[in-house]
């Protein structure tokens, strides 16, 4: 990995560096993605990031996510230490208000050949880069599959989320990622429950008919009483003339 | 079972809000108005001398007699939408009208006095090429009905079929009142080929074939004259052709310019001849048409062609019979916002002395595009006459002499795309003294002033009001007319009644009255496009006096993307003086900003497909606001087509950055819908009280999107339907649900913290609701402001489904000023009511055993299916025909929703979720109340009196 020399030199010629280096890692990350590919499995995409003060995307290489497919997918993620160079302009973006972005590539799990698994494109998600740094890099990144098994989505949130403009002193708070990390697939929705319904009126049904005289029901109880208010109700109400009713058209 | 029914009935009756219209409210509220689409067919019953029906059948596959002196609707007759209901051919025939429905699927006759139905047939398949009635000996018994390779003969009493012919391809059926019928058709560029066949049992008499290189399509350029004189005309050698359908086989040519006719250049001539009688050969005069405004009466005479008129300019010529007589009626242009229309005789081109008669045309509407003309003998057997003009913008007028406008009928507004209702403005004095605080102070002396002079004005406005009052007293009330106009338009104490302002497919706009539905303005848009698609938008309210209120009409070519701006005055429907900007880019995407400029006018944004943004108004102040705000300003784009779903947020320079995508893979799955949220909805409650007085709070995310997925897999087993819910603003997807082996159409209503869908379960085979609901928990994590950027818990989500016992048409919430009344759903149904069912029976947490808590929280106990009560129904016995949409508008009252369902009706009510908690009834009893009062009051004062008295003479003592 290429590293620039850690100089404090003047904002112009830093920029510039970044451009460099971003251009070196940008070619790592194709590679490393490549490699990392495991025999077991599981198999392992790049988890991308991108963080500039000029809010053009340059995506590199922040870890490698390790997706399980399978009925119940799985995933972990390793990822690498933020430089001290990143940290720094990490500040620098958070304080210009900038995004904190992050990029998986699209992938379909339930493939069985690496060359099906891997789609074109990409997915992206972002954060604020001050919220980024005000949780000192604890975030949480989930990816959703649809039905199929193919990733649709990430999403990517700080715990806590706000962004106060509290400084973070401490350049050790910016350094490890602390990422929990989920895949998450379609809830199935209910359909209407008419077994349980049934069943559960079998059982009221029966109770009643076992022992009719303890386990009646309210209603059942109460009727007369019930009945009786709806009466009075019904009285009171036609005493008095309904809403618009019996209005003479005068 | 009798159990659930008793619980269930039990339940309702405890816990809904009883909602029903007594009969002396009916229409006092809500109006409704039929319509019956764009004119196809029409005939006017002419079988008995003072008829006032005519015949429509029309493009929305409506079959209807309208009144001609009312023009209202006798009945209508709603066919299957599509091409299985379209209407292929009208015939009339005495008191019988012969329909041929869904190409060629069905024949039916029907009796127009009452529109009963007197048979029906279905006829094979094939597609329909023509169809005529079959006349012999001046009685009309048969009618001949022309498929591609099928030629069938029926009865006209009972519709059973007398013979059935296979034939080759043929494309019209003809018939002159002689015993033969026969089928015409034609080998594009080769020749014509004719068979008759016998009425009586279908044998061919004679087959013929004849050369016409020349010709590609038989209806368009031939027309039967004469006795069986087939004459075309042919575009390319300027010439008529002629042929005897009973002696030659050659056909005769008859160069136009020997005639001394000449053809305007690429123009396709059209020929039009006239039958009145089937039972007898047309007449030898018939129309020719040379040029758009250039028309011919010609008259056959031995073989010979005559010119009996030549008019020019004329724009429509139409053909007339009443008893004995035809007459041609033309229209011809007057000045610029006039035509005139004439009658010529048929058989000699002579104009009929007094009758002129002047057609005036709206300047807000479309050209005449068909003449429908009726004309009747008058009692000293002259031919009287009255005309229904058809004009672009689908709007029927029915003329009488000397132009007295009888009525006109919008048909445009059957097919009603978007609507939005804007409150009226102000009255004039109520605007005087809001423009005081509107303006800038200039010294206490002038303000003092001016406030005295508004109040004079106010006070004289009051007494002229009392005055009108009185005077209206003593009149009988039928007499008393309020008739809305747009001079004494102004908003009412309630904000009850709206201008609706509509937009319909054919590009008519039109304002209506929400209180009478009277049509107060339209305006005809006549340049847009084949295929457009509509947005519109209320830039500015009513409510920035003196600024007239503006709305925006974003009008899309579908095909293309291309887009035109409207601007106008939704009052009164002028065309604003201020210039939109020229779009030259497809667009994308357009948003209406909560940004206003210096003059109260919303910012619209739009997207063009280089993800360039535009502003609307792009003032110097608008822009400076946008740089301000750019940062927080975030929209998403959605390709159905590649699944897509991106985010975008703004930049200073009103470019635009990709800052989230989501990609639902085709191949999978489609988008079918996404709706967001309305922009003006208010929820009062943050969140709900539960049984044990804790509260649970509302996710309340005014970005989230819900987004309905259909697999492309339509297999019973493996289709399903999505959701995703997913957040604007940073694609964050919130919940992501699959109903299995469930298919669309899916309808979805997305509001406060719930997502209510509808789907068809193709497990069950019926039709099911499910409701998601989200919940924050039982903490708030920022209770001040919703930020999307900020909220990294996600949401408790809850979901329930029920089954419902219809399918659906269209479906939308309730929503008032504050958001404290109830919701309920407004569910359009396809028998054509509307019903208004409770949100709180679509609540997931209806439990499904009853507990103390959940009692005390009010919850209806889980029960799997969602009743249809009749009461529900909004609209008692209006039924809405085809509903498309249903529309909602809070009005000033906070019990008080205004509703207005489209689609081939309108129908506009007031619904009251909760009842109408904040209006005192119609039948109060003021006289009562006030006399208690009074009474208790002197029975106080009685008392105190009396007790004082006691006092005195107790002291005394």
Redesign the interface.
């Known amino acids: 990995m290429a590293r620039p020399l850690p100089f404090k030199i003047a904002v112009v010629s830093s920029v510039l560096f970044i451009v460099c280096t971003n251009f070196v890692r940008c070619n790592n990350g194709r590679k490393v993605g490549d490699v990392m590919d495991t025999e077991f499995s599981g198999f392992s995409v790049p988890l991308e990031h991108s963080f500039e003060v000029d ?1 053009v ?1 340059k995506f590199r290489v922040r870890g490698a996510l390790v997706l399980k497919a399978g009925r119940e997918p799985s995933v972990s993620l390793t990822q690498s230490q933020l430089s001290e160079e990143d940290r720094t302009k990490l500040k620098e973006v958070a304080a210009v ?1 900038g ?1 904190y ?1 992050v ?1 998986v590539p ?1 992938v ?1 799990l339930q493939a069985d050949r690496q060359t099906e698994r891997q ?1 074109e ?8 880069a001050c ?1 980024m740094v005000e949780s000192h890099l604890s975030d ?1 990144i ?1 990816l ?1 599959t ?3 098994g ?1 990733l ?2 990430v ?1 990517i ?7 106060r403009g509290t400084e973070v002193e401490d350049e050790v708070d910016l350094e490890v990622f602390n990422t929990t990390l989920s895949i ?11 077994a ?2 049934l069943e ?2 079998e059982m ?2 029966e109770k009643k008919g076992k022992n009719p005289q303890e386990q009646k029901s309210f ?1 059942a109880k109460y009727w007369y009483l ?1 009945l009786g208010g ?1 009466i009075f109700l019904m009285v009171t109400n036609s005493a008095q ?7 003479e ?2 | ?1 009798a ?2 029914i ?2 269930c009935l ?1 339940f309702i ?1 405890l816990y809904s809000t009883v909602e029903a219209v ?4 009916v229409g006092k509220f809500d109006w409704r108005q039929q319509y019956v689409g764009k004119v196809r067919f029409s005939h006017f019953d002419s079988h008995v001398q003072s008829s006032k029906k005519v015949l429509v059948a029309t493009e929305n596959n409506v079959f209807a007699s309208l009144n001609t002196r009312t023009g209202e609707l006798f009945w209508r007759h709603v066919d299957k939408t599509g091409p299985e209901g379209n209407i292929d051919a009208l015939l009339q025939h005495g008191q019988d009208a012969v329909l041929v429905v869904g190409n060629g699927r069905l024949l039916r006759s029907w009796e127009i006095n009452i529109g009963g139905l007197n048979w029906e047939v279905v006829l094979d398949s094939g597609s329909f090429q023509s169809a005529c009635l079959v006349g012999q000996q001046d009685t009309v018994k048969h009618v001949a009905v022309l498929k591609k390779t099928v030629i069938s003969l029926h009865y006209l009493s009972n519709g059973h079929q007398k013979w059935i012919e296979n034939l080759p391809e043929r494309q019209a059926v003809y018939s002159g009142g002689n015993g033969e019928v026969y089928a015409l058709g034609v080998v594009p560029h080769s020749h014509i080929a004719i068979v008759a066949y016998s009425l009586e049992d279908g044998e061919i008499i004679k087959q013929i074939s004849v050369e016409a290189p020349w010709l590609s399509k038989i209806q368009a350029s031939c027309s039967v004259i004469d006795q069986g004189m087939l004459t075309c005309v042919d575009p390319a050698t300027v010439s008529l052709y002629m042929l005897d359908l009973h002696l030659q086989s050659q056909m005769t040519q008859i160069p136009l310019q020997s005639l001394g006719l000449e053809v305007t250049p690429g123009f396709q001539p059209v020929l039009v001849s006239t039958q009145p009688n089937p039972a007898r050969p047309p007449l030898s005069e018939f129309l020719l048409q040379l040029g758009p405004e250039h028309h011919l009466l010609l008259q056959l005479n031995n073989g010979h062609i005559v010119t009996l008129r030549d008019f020019k300019p004329a724009m429509l010529v139409s053909f007339a019979t009443t008893g004995e007589k035809t007459v041609a009626a033309v229209m011809s242009p007057k000045n610029k916002t006039a035509c005139s229309i004439n009658l010529f005789s048929g058989e000699t081109g002579r104009r009929l002395l007094d009758t002129t008669l002047i057609f005036n045309m709206d300047p807000n509407g479309g050209k005449p595009e068909k003449l429908y003309i009726q004309a009747f003998l008058k009692k000293d057997d002259s031919v009287g006459y009255r005309v229904m003009v058809q004009t672009e913008d689908h709007t029927l007028t029915f003329i009488q002499q000397p132009g007295r406008v009888m009525w006109t009928r919008e048909e445009a507004l059957s097919d009603v795309v978007t609507m939005e209702m804007v409150d009226l403005p102000l009255t004039g004095t109520q605007a005087e003294l809001e423009g005081e605080f509107g303006k800038k102070a200039d010294g206490l002396m002038s303000m003092v002033l001016k406030r005295l002079s508004s109040q004079l004005i106010l006070l004289q406005a009051w007494i002229a009001h009392l005055w009108k009052l009185f005077y209206d007293a003593r009149k009988p ?1 039928s007499q008393v007319k309020n008739d809305v106009t747009i001079e004494n338009l102004s908003r009412d104490e309630f904000n009850l009644q709206k201008m609706m302002v509509m937009v319909t497919a054919s590009g008519k706009l039109f304002g209506i009255d929400s209180k009478t539905g009277s049509i107060l303005w339209r305006h005809y848009l006549n340049n847009i496009s084949s295929n457009p698609a509509f947005k519109l938008m209320v830039q500015r309210t009513t409510a920035h006096f003196p600024h007239p209120p503006q709305c925006t009409l974003l009008i899309k070519d579908k095909d293309t993307g291309l887009a035109t701006l409207h601007v106008f005055n939704p009052i009164f429907g002028k065309t604003s003086h201020i210039s939109p900007p020229a779009l030259t880019q497809p667009i994308l995407q357009s948003l209406m900003l909560p940004l206003m400029d210096q003059d109260y006018a919303k910012v619209l944004l739009l997207v063009d497909d280089q993800y360039k943004v535009s502003a609307f108004p792009s003032t110097k102040n608008v822009l400076q606001q946008l740089q301000e705000m750019a ?1 927080s300003i975030f929209f998403y784009l959605i390709d159905s087509s590649q699944g897509r779903l991106s985010g975008y947020r703004l ?1 200073t320079d009103l470019s635009t ?9 085709t191949e ?2 489609r988008i079918v819908s996404v709706k967001g949220k309305r922009p003006n909805e208010h929820v009062h409650s943050q969140g709900r009280v539960m049984g044990d007085r804790s509260v649970l709070y509302k996710y309340l995310n005014p970005n989230l999107l819900a987004v309905v997925l259909e ?1 492309t897999d339509l297999h019973q087993e493996r289709s ?1 339907v ?2 995703l819910l ?1 957040d604007g603003v ?4 919130i ?6 082996k469930a298919r669309g159409p899916v309808h979805v209503v997305h509001s406060e913290n719930w997502v209510v869908y509808e789907y068809w ?1 193709t ?2 085979r019926r039709n ?1 609701f ?1 409701v ?1 609901e989200l919940y924050e928990g039982m903490e708030l994590y ?1 209770s001040t402001v919703f930020s999307s ?4 818990h996600a949401p408790q ?1 809850l ?5 419902f016992p219809s399918s659906i048409s269209t479906m939308e919430a309730t929503l008032t000023e504050k958001g404290i009344t109830s919701r309920h759903l407004l569910i359009g149904l396809p028998s054509g009511g509307i019903l208004s069912l409770p949100k709180m029976f679509l609540d997931p947490r209806r439990p ?2 009853v507990t103390e808590q959940s009692r005390e929280e009010n919850l209806i106990p ?4 969602l009743l249809i009560r009749t009461e529900w129904f909004i609209n008692y016995n209006q039924t809405v025909s085809r509903v498309r949409g249903i529309y909602t508008a809070p009005s000033g009252l906070e019990s008080t929703c205004l509703v207005v369902a489209y689609g081939l009706d309108i129908y506009q009510t007031r619904v009251y979720p909760s009842k ?1 908690f904040d209006v005192l ?3 109060y009893d003021y006289m009562l109340i006030s006399s208690v009062l009074l009474a208790l009051f002197f029975a106080t004062m009685i008392s105190k009196r009396l007790a004082e008295v006691k006092l005195l003479n107790r002291a005394w003592r």
């Open positions: 809010d995307a208000d995004l972005r990029r699209r379909f789609m494109g990409y997915l992206t998600a972002f954060v604020r919220a949480v989930s959703h649809d039905v199929s193919y649709i989505g999403s949130v700080t715990l806590p989320g706000a962004c998450m697939a379609p809830v199935n929705a209910p359909g209407p429950e008419t349980l319904f559960r009126m009221e049904s209603f019930i709806a003339p309904p809403a618009g009713g019996g209005r058209q005068s | 079972m159990k659930l008793w619980l039990q009756m007594f009969e002396d409210q009330r940062s930049r950055e990709l800052i989230w995508e989501v990609v639902v893979p999978v799955q697999s399903f999505g959701i997913i940073t694609g964050r997807i919940h992501e649900a699959v109903q299995r379960s497990k069950s099911e499910s998601i920022n950027l900020d909220r990294p989500v979901q329930q489904s029920y089954i499904e055993i889980y029960a799997p299916e109408q009834k119609d039948d």
